[in-house]
T-cell receptor, first 115, second 114 residues
Framework: EAGVAQSPRYKIIEKRQSVAFWCNPI?????LYWYQQILGQGPKLLIQ????????DSQLPKDRFSAERLKGVDSTLKIQPAKLEDSAVYLC?????????????FGPGTRLLVL | AQSVTQLDSQVPVFEEAPVELRCNYS??????LFWYVQYPNQGLQLLLK??????LVKGINGFEAEFNKSQTSFHLRKPSVHISDTAEYFC????????????FGTGTRLLVSP
């Protein structure tokens, strides 16, 4: 079974530029998550999708971050414009239904450096 | 809302020695508890989880954890570590109703030396 795929793996941009990350979840998983992991911290949930609807985006900085999952499968996370403090690893995860104690499966992440 | 505290940012240990990584949580509702491992430049992988039932949970790679409700703890243990266990370990908590978010601790780096 293929895991969660993410691209690119690494990205370096200058502040005020825009950047986009792509995620393809495990086939059949209804729920998709985007996390931000700043160096030395645990992952923090940015947004959770159930199929193509948003369940939780309370911690997404909506003035600069946006995410979509138009067909309920893959997803894109965008930052525009980027700030220095956005330097982090962006992790995508998926799970079958998004409820209960089910396991979330993580991709390898995209490491973003903003200069 | 839930929160997780991992007091030890780094735990050095010699190969074949036992290890315990501490995790305490806070929540006003019943919770599910998880331990994830992160190897360098990789995503997180589930080690084990507590949902209900027996408070002693066994996971992959010889790890186990014990849920203690009165002390709100979920410490991770391994009786004999290997060099390959060197990684970052994250404890996480999630409320047990509806669409609750998974809340992670700050992680503990386990350093195993020969």
């Amino acid at each position: 079974e293929a895991g969660v795929a993410q691209s690119p793996r690494y990205k370096i941009i200058e502040k005020r530029q825009s950047v986009a990350f792509w995620c393809n979840p495990i086939s059949g998983h209804a729920t998709l998550y985007w996390y931000q992991q700043i160096l030395g911290q645990g992952p923090k949930l940015l947004i959770q999708f159930q199929n193509n609807g948003v369940v939780d985006d309370s911690q997404l900085p909506k003035d600069r971050f946006s995410a979509e999952r138009l067909k309920g499968v893959d997803s894109t996370l965008k930052i525009q414009p980027a700030k220095l403090e956005d330097s982090a690893v962006y992790l995508c995860a998926s799970s079958p239904q998004g409820q209960g104690g089910e396991t979330q499966y993580f991709g390898p992440g995209t490491r973003l450096l903003v200069l | 809302a839930q929160s997780v505290t991992q007091l030890d940012s780094q735990v050095p240990v010699f190969e074949e020695a036992p290890v315990e990584l501490r995790c305490n949580y806070s929540s006003s509702v019943s919770v599910y508890l998880f331990w994830y491992v992160q190897y360098p430049n990789q995503g997180l992988q589930l080690l084990l989880k507590y949902l209900s039932g027996s408070t002693l949970v066994k996971g992959i790679n010889g790890f186990e954890a014990e849920f203690n409700k009165s002390q709100t703890s979920f410490h991770l243990r391994k009786p004999s570590v290997h060099i390959s266990d060197t990684a970052e370990y994250f404890c996480a908590v999630k409320g047990d109703t509806g669409f609750q978010k998974l809340v992670f601790g700050t992680g503990t780096r386990l350093l195993v030396s020969p």
